[in-house]
């Protein structure tokens, strides 16, 4: 049993049993950047995103689309809220940017590579996002798939076939200098919303996203010039390009290696390290031989569902947005929900559809893989529905009751936070996955997989909601052991990861529109 089996433990007893250092307090005007920065790189601009499919391959368009309605900023957020920072939101050094991913705590770790191999629209090199420049940083020219393509191994299916490549990364102290020993379990879930945004968004234009998460992670990280410990590769994303030349088959190191000299330019005076987080990132560091066979997933399937007689739900209502659009709509609900406005019950099971749906789309999972994730939903105001928990049945598109009664007292009674009244949503979605069993099933690695695949279905939470014209918000401040007791999951290995709110908003609020993009 490796160290991610403890890991995990702590994360779900750190409502009763806090994290060291239980007396941290984040340093925000020591904070770090909000987005890697290399001084003295050439910045090049993305072109306008066009209009359209894609016809099964990306384009430069494409592709610049796809980044900034994923990380890009989209716009400014000045709605009166509930959260915490929005005394300081007004003043631009704190200003709270809209991004159509969601990031815990809006802290945004994730850093884009581009890996441009030949037939593309630039010169062969590594490129780095920078989303507040909606631009590409050119790090290093010259051809380095093969680097990429033997980090990645042989086993992967048709990787001798791409020349495109982007790299998903996460430097830790975006996101430690708050969370400290909680970051990883925060910034792996982040790395999903990523890549689910990005599916998503691929799907309506008929791409396809179909991310790796096991290859040679030191290789990668000595081709982007980052230290390895202060910065995590999670995932890499082949990408079919318009007209792209025959990759080459992967080949062994060479010496010496091509290697990123430019060095980012960190701002924080004080950069902290902390064990616990540094202990799980070693631990589940990738290697490409430790790739799962296609169906090691099946022993950590989620269960069938539990609960009484099914409540039949009815079809999913049809969204009033697109995807596109419901990405630039989306954003957290803080302290504005209505419970006077009931959530009909077939946006309700739209939302539900969806998320059950949601998967990272990884190579240990296969187009036909073993769900992963189980839902559970405490029933407020819902048209149709009496309160209470249910368990979600997605083959039967039904609710089985679990708990009867207004669960409204127990949400907020296990509530850490201040910025959400959960009784006034018209129902708390929550999302289970048997960890243990992951991890029992692929190793240690499996955690970051556990992580993005609850990213993943924060992300289409977040975007269906918004498609459906309802409000959402996601959270991570609750006691989990209190919500395994109350659903019945005391002695299993499923795990409470995250509470999802869904419901109307206040009408006529208090906001400011800023869109920037």
């Known amino acids: 049993m490796g160290f991610a089996h403890d890991y995990a433990d702590a994360i779900m007893h750190r409502g009763r049993v806090p994290m060291e250092p239980v007396d941290f307090v984040p340093d925000w005007a020591d904070r770090p950047r909000d987005a890697k920065f290399y001084p003295g790189t050439e910045t090049l601009p993305l072109p306008e995103p066009e209009p359209g499919s894609g016809q099964g391959v990306f384009t430069l368009p494409l592709l610049s689309g796809m980044l900034r309605d994923s990380y890009g900023l989209t716009g400014r957020r000045l709605g009166v809220q509930a959260n915490t920072d929005l005394a300081a939101l007004p003043h631009y050094t704190h200003a709270n940017w809209s991004r159509g991913t969601a990031s815990g705590g809006g802290l945004y770790p994730v850093g884009v590579y581009w890996v441009a191999g030949p037939g593309g629209p630039l010169l062969p090199g590594v490129y780095h996002y920078a989303p507040h420049q909606h631009g590409l940083r050119r790090l290093l020219t010259g051809e380095v798939g093969a680097e990429v393509r033997g980090a990645l191994g042989a086993g992967l299916p048709d990787s001798g076939k791409y020349c495109q490549y982007l790299v998903l990364s996460v430097k830790y102290w975006q996101n430690a200098f708050k969370y400290n020993n909680f970051s990883f379990h925060a910034v792996s879930m982040d790395v999903g919303t990523v890549l689910q945004t990005w599916r998503l968004w691929a799907r309506e234009r008929g791409l396809r996203i179909a991310p790796a998460l096991w290859f040679d992670e030191e290789r990668l990280a000595r081709l982007l010039g980052v230290v390895p410990h202060e910065e995590g590769i999670f995932a890499v994303v082949p990408l079919e390009w318009e007209g792209a030349a025959p990759a080459l088959r992967p080949s062994a190191p060479v010496a010496p290696a091509p290697a990123v000299r430019h060095r980012d330019a960190e701002r924080s005076r004080t950069v902290l390290t902390f064990e616990t987080a540094g202990r799980i990132h070693a631990a589940t560091l990738g290697r490409a031989e430790d790739r799962p066979v296609p169906g ?6 989620a269960g069938p569902p539990a609960g009484g007689a099914p409540v039949p739900l009815p079809p999913a209502a049809p969204p009033v947005r697109g995807v596109t659009a419901a990405l630039r709509a989306r954003r957290s609900s803080f302290g504005r929900f209505d419970a006077t406005r009931a959530v009909a019950t077939d946006r309700l099971a739209a939302v539900l559809a969806d998320c059950a749906a949601a998967s990272v789309g990884s190579e240990a999972e296969g187009p036909d893989g073993a769900r992963l994730t189980a839902l559970y939903v405490f029933v407020n105001h819902v048209e149709g529905v009496e309160p209470g928990a249910y368990a979600y049945d997605p083959d039967g598109h039904a609710l089985r009751l679990v708990v009867p009664g207004p669960p ?28 243990a069993a992951v991890l029992d099933a692929v190793g240690d690695r499996g955690y970051r997989l556990v992580g993005a695949t609850v990213g993943a279905v924060a992300q289409t939470f977040y975007t269906t909601a918004a498609a459906h014209d309802l409000g959402a918000g996601v959270a991570l401040g609750f006691d989990n052991i209190s919500y395994a007791e109350e659903l019945g999951l005391t002695g299993t290995d499923e795990a409470a990861l995250l509470i999802m709110l869904l419901g109307h908003e206040r009408p006529r609020p208090a906001d400011f529109r800023h869109e920037i993009a």
């Open 296 to 301: 090691a997933l099946d022993a950590a399937a």
């Open 408 to 435: 409204g007292p127990f949400l907020q009674r296990n509530y850490f936070l201040s910025n959400y009244n959960l009784e006034q949503a018209g129902a708390v979605l929550v999302p289970t996955v048997r960890t």
